[in-house]
């Protein structure tokens, strides 16, 4: 969400605080990757932005336009968010020779990569 978040304010001693803040409350959703070269060795990012919340077929044609650029295929590394689920059952049918899903732990947000990025 793009609004303010104020959890606390101080003014001087009997005198009100007044706090001035943008009323928006437009939203973006980002969806990313982090992949990694086998052979150089190098990073790359790749991510998308709307402006309404990612559902499964927002992450399938995300992964399907990555499929496009890694002609050769990819390991898929995700985390267990009910979108992804659903998604990974659509894609390992329609993609099935490549791409190969492996799945985070539950509730481990410092192993995944991207969290970092955002």
């Known amino acids: 969400m793009l609004q303010p978040l104020v959890?606390?304010?101080?003014?001087?001693?009997?005198?009100?605080?007044?706090?001035?803040?943008?009323?928006?409350?437009?939203?973006?959703?980002?969806?990313?990757?982090?992949?990694?070269?086998?052979?150089?060795?190098?990073?790359?990012?790749?991510?998308?932005?709307?402006?309404?919340?990612?559902?499964?077929?927002?992450?399938?044609?995300?992964?399907?336009?990555l499929l496009e650029h890694f002609r050769r295929g990819i390991i898929l590394v995700i985390d267990r968010w009910p979108v992804h689920h659903w998604a990974a059952r659509r894609l390992q049918r329609r993609f099935c020779r490549r791409i190969q899903i492996e799945w985070l732990p539950a509730y481990a947000p410092e192993l995944n990569a991207v969290e970092g990025v955002w």
């Open 7 to 65: 959890r606390r304010s101080w003014a001087p001693t009997g005198q009100t605080p007044l706090l001035y803040q943008w009323e928006s409350h437009d939203k973006l959703s980002a969806i990313g990757t982090i992949s990694v070269s086998p052979i150089r060795h190098r990073l790359g990012l790749y991510f998308d932005i709307q402006d309404t919340n990612i559902c499964t077929d927002d992450f399938e044609a995300f992964v399907a336009a």
